[in-house]
């Protein structure tokens, strides 16, 4: 304890968090890192001595298991006597596993939340494990965490949707995730507008299966959300985190080719480009049908990034499959490219599909699908050289320059020579002069 005027002072006890996964992911740690200020904690960094670890898990992959495993015991290295908290998606689907471990005090899952810092603090009275995972109805709600607070960023994450009920049969979302939920559009407009006033200049919606946000709402559309969105005051962009091929609509489209908020820059998962592995996986388009829809999409605006994901290594996927694949991803020409090979998930079909992929035959298709990605992506960024491009700076090198993303999704450095001082949060016009490595470099020519 300290003094201050003359009164004593308490010392704030300190929350550490480690996130792995998805956007949505690191969105909810935000607004857990908000519920514990509000109940008087400081945030510290993880790998600094506190008094709470979470750890918000992620399950997609085995490797994502493993890293989930090895933070929860790192927390408890580096402080015996602190408590520690798993939460996320592998404590949400495998609960066992997680108590198994022996290092968390407390497994909740991904929902159930909103009075977390109240029930860390009734551990420190009683310091007995605890597993709080409760499995999904058949309907559910949408966890109502607090807004994420700003920390100098200029770009936030807004989750808007939670729940799949896709079917994928190498995905474990559904179960970890529950049903479809949305969060009412009047909350999300609040919650966007608070962002904003706080100093957010870019809005990410985010969630899990996005492109159907208000499926579970009476007559609620994202479309209707983005043009609710779009009246806010001061908000410079708004950009969507990732949407199915078969979300895509033309009501959408028009909203995105017309709008000067909305980003031109769509993630639109593809996971395979062969016919029959999309088939085994579930996914309801084809091949030729995902193509259309670029196509499609670039007629109405050339210049539009499109991104995606793509697995390597499903089950049944013979060399014929793959090469189909790095040929059908080669056509399309993506300005973005996430590769990922296939991690069996207990409990769901693929992980009981015949041919099985041997580890070394995915890692080299891996491989040959991030090479064939960094190659389209330095394509990509090579068209807007000689343009002039909106960079939204989102901080300040000491080397005089400053760094940020364009509208389409393109990491920028922007010399300052010297000026950088009040720059993050800027909206810079620069013209573009070169690519370098993974990025664009441009001088500026104004800013907002």
Known sequence: ????????KIKKKKVAFYTLGCKVNFCETEALQA???????????????????????????????????KAIRRARRRAPEAIIVATGCYAQGFPEEVEALEQADLVIGTHGRENLPQIVASLEQDRSPR?????????????????????????????????CNQGCTYCIIPTVRGPLRSLPIEEAVARAQAMVESGYREIVLTGIH?????????????GALLDE??????????????????DITGELVERII?????????????????????????????????????????????????S?????????????????????????????????AYSPRPGTPAAEFPGQVESAVKERRSREMIELGKK?????????????????????????????????????????DGRGRGWPGKAVTAKIEKEEGQFLWGDPIRQT
Not at 132 to 160: D, Q
Not at 229 to 246: A, V
Not at 265 to 272: D, F, K, T
Request: net charge positive; proline share 6%; with cysteine.
């Open 210 to 222: 996005l492109g159907l946000y208000g499926a579970d709402l009476e007559q609620v559309t994202l």
């Open 376 to 416: 389209m992506a330095a394509s990509f960024r090579r068209k807007f050289i000689g343009s002039l491009q909106e960079v939204l700076i989102e901080k300040v090198s000491p080397y005089d320059f400053g760094e940020g993303l364009t509208p389409h999704y393109l990491r920028t450095r922007v010399a300052l």
């Open 1 to 8: 304890m300290g003094r201050s005027g003359g009164g004593l």
């Open 229 to 246: 969105l779009e009246r806010i005051p001061g908000l410079l962009r708004l950009r969507l985190s990732s949407i199915e091929p078969s």
């Open 131 to 163: 597993g709080l995972v409760r499995p999904y109805g058949a309907r559910g709600s949408f966890e109502m965490l607090p807004p994420a607070r700003r920390r100098g960023r200029t770009r936030g994450f807004l989750k808007i949707q939670e729940g």
């Open 308 to 340: 995606a994901d793509v697995m390597v290594g499903f089950p049944g996927e013979k060399e014929e499959h793959h090469r189909r694949s790095l040929s059908f991803v080669r056509s399309v020409n993506f300005s973005r490219l996430h590769v990922f």
């Open 35 to 69: 519920l514990f200020e509000k109940a008087g904690y400081s945030v510290t960094d993880f790998s600094r001595p506190a008094d709470v670890y979470v750890i918000n898990t992620c399950t997609v992959t085995g490797l994502s298991d493993h890293k989930s495993r």
């Open 258 to 306: 017309s709008s000067e908020k909305i980003c031109p820059h769509l993630h639109i998962p593809l996971q395979s480009g062969d016919g029959e592995i999309l088939k085994l996986m579930n996914r309801p388009y084809t091949p030729e049908e995902y193509l259309y829809l670029v196509r499609w999409l670039r007629e109405l605006k050339s210049d539009l990034a499109i």
